[in-house]
């Protein structure tokens, strides 16, 4: 939902700045992921406890998940995926606090992350394949290639954009649908709306890794 | 002042047509998979993970129209044009 009131908007306002709440509430996003991080990396032990216990299972779920969509060769980039996937859903399970702004509402956080997908694959390609890459682009058959050629590029072009609107309309529709009932009915009916927002956010965060990941995987193959 | 009001009527109809032909399509995605669980409980998880992915595509389809009329709505970029042919 967006809040009438957001903490680091004000703070802003306090401190005569102009950022966005984009780009502040990444920063807190980063600053929640590296702080969780460095508090989990100071004591690894073989018997997890605590924090460890609650985050090896799933950074163990993602490995798994990109074994079996990307293959062996998949594993080196775990990374960027689990990043990406960690990243996606704090930004989006942040928005259920009240006076935070997910990042993730908002176009710029979207288009830099499906870009940073997209320019991943191509290069991922071209690592892998050198100049065999581009046989990607000209379809099953040499004579079909001026037909395919564009057509390709459009997909390819299109990757991005569906990657960046599709989370950024679930997002941000989501808070509009919000606002509004909340406006009509501010006692307990957003409720059930608000325990969609969380499975919302869960989906959202599969569905852009999923996408990631194939995309990642279809320039590791061989072209047919 | 028509054309704004056209432009509301053109967002409003443009969602009622996404919402239409996703409602449709997930309809017959949770239709499958209700099959399939029947059929098959012991595959639920799987036929869940997959079907959740796919309802998600779809429902990608309505979230386009959002954002086209979205855009109408609140960034729309003849507005100033019709401000200017207004004001003359």
Same mark, same amino acid.
């Given at each position: 939902?967006?809040?009438p009131?957001i903490?680091?908007?004000? $703070?802003?306002?306090? %401190?005569?700045?102009h950022?966005g709440?984009?780009?502040?509430?990444?920063?807190? #996003?980063?600053?929640?992921l590296?702080?969780v991080?460095?508090l989990?990396?100071?004591n690894?032990?073989?018997?997890?406890?605590?924090?460890?216990?609650?985050?090896?299972?799933?950074?163990d779920g993602?490995?798994?998940?990109?074994?079996?969509?990307m293959?062996?060769? /998949?594993?080196?980039?775990?990374?960027l995926?689990?990043?990406i996937?960690? @990243?996606i859903?704090?930004?989006?399970?942040?928005?259920l606090i009240?006076?935070?702004f997910?990042?993730?509402?908002?176009?710029?956080?979207?288009?830099a992350?499906? $870009?940073?997908v997209?320019a991943?694959?191509?290069?991922?390609?071209?690592?892998?394949?050198?100049i /065999?890459y581009?046989?990607?682009?000209?379809?099953p058959?040499?004579? =079909?290639?001026?037909?395919? #050629?564009?057509?390709e590029?459009?997909?390819?072009?299109a990757?991005p =954009?569906?990657?960046t %609107?599709r %989370?950024?309309g679930?997002?941000?529709?989501?808070?509009i649908?919000?606002m509004? @009932?909340?406006?009509?009915?501010?006692?307990l009916v957003?409720l059930?709306?608000?325990?969609?927002?969380v499975?919302v956010?869960?989906i959202?965060?599969f569905?852009f890794?999923?996408?990631?990941?194939?995309y990642?995987a279809?320039s590791?193959e061989e072209?047919? | 002042m028509e054309? @704004?009001a056209?432009?509301?009527?053109?967002?409003? #109809?443009g969602?009622? $047509?996404g919402?239409f032909?996703?409602?449709?399509g997930q309809?017959?995605?949770?239709?499958k998979a #209700?099959?399939?669980?029947a059929?098959?409980?012991?595959a639920?998880?799987?036929?869940?993970?997959?079907?959740l992915?796919?309802?998600?595509?779809?429902e990608? %389809?309505?979230i386009?129209?959002?954002?086209?009329?979205m855009?109408?709505?609140?960034?729309n970029? @003849?507005?100033?044009?019709?401000v200017?042919?207004?004001s003359k």
């Amino acid at each position: 939902m967006i809040h009438p009131f957001i903490f680091f908007e004000w $703070l802003e306002h306090q %401190l005569h700045l102009h950022i966005g709440n984009h780009i502040t509430y990444t920063w807190l #996003v980063m600053a929640l992921l590296i702080l969780v991080a460095l508090l989990v990396k100071r004591n690894i032990k073989t018997v997890p406890t605590g924090l460890q216990n609650f985050l090896e299972p799933i950074i163990d779920g993602i490995e798994n998940m990109i074994e079996e969509t990307m293959g062996p060769k /998949g594993k080196a980039y775990f990374p960027l995926i689990a990043t990406i996937a960690f @990243f996606i859903l704090v930004s989006n399970l942040i928005a259920l606090i009240p006076g935070f702004f997910p990042p993730t509402a908002n176009l710029n956080t979207n288009a830099a992350m499906a $870009l940073t997908v997209f320019a991943m694959t191509h290069i991922v390609g071209v690592k892998e394949h050198g100049i /065999g890459y581009f046989k990607h682009f000209c379809g099953p058959i040499g004579w =079909l290639a001026p037909l395919m #050629v564009p057509i390709e590029i459009v997909g390819h072009l299109a990757r991005p =954009l569906s990657l960046t %609107l599709r %989370l950024f309309g679930n997002m941000y529709g989501h808070e509009i649908v919000l606002m509004i @009932f909340f406006t009509l009915v501010p006692f307990l009916v957003p409720l059930p709306l608000m325990v969609m927002g969380v499975l919302v956010a869960f989906i959202q965060t599969f569905v852009f890794m999923l996408l990631a990941m194939i995309y990642i995987a279809g320039s590791l193959e061989e072209a047919h | 002042m028509e054309y @704004f009001a056209w432009c509301v009527m053109a967002a409003a #109809v443009g969602m009622g $047509l996404g919402s239409f032909g996703t409602g449709i399509g997930q309809g017959i995605a949770i239709s499958k998979a #209700v099959e399939g669980v029947a059929r098959n409980p012991g595959a639920s998880g799987k036929i869940m993970t997959v079907m959740l992915v796919g309802l998600a595509m779809i429902e990608s %389809l309505a979230i386009y129209c959002l954002v086209v009329a979205m855009i109408i709505l609140f960034a729309n970029p @003849f507005t100033d044009t019709v401000v200017q042919m207004l004001s003359k």
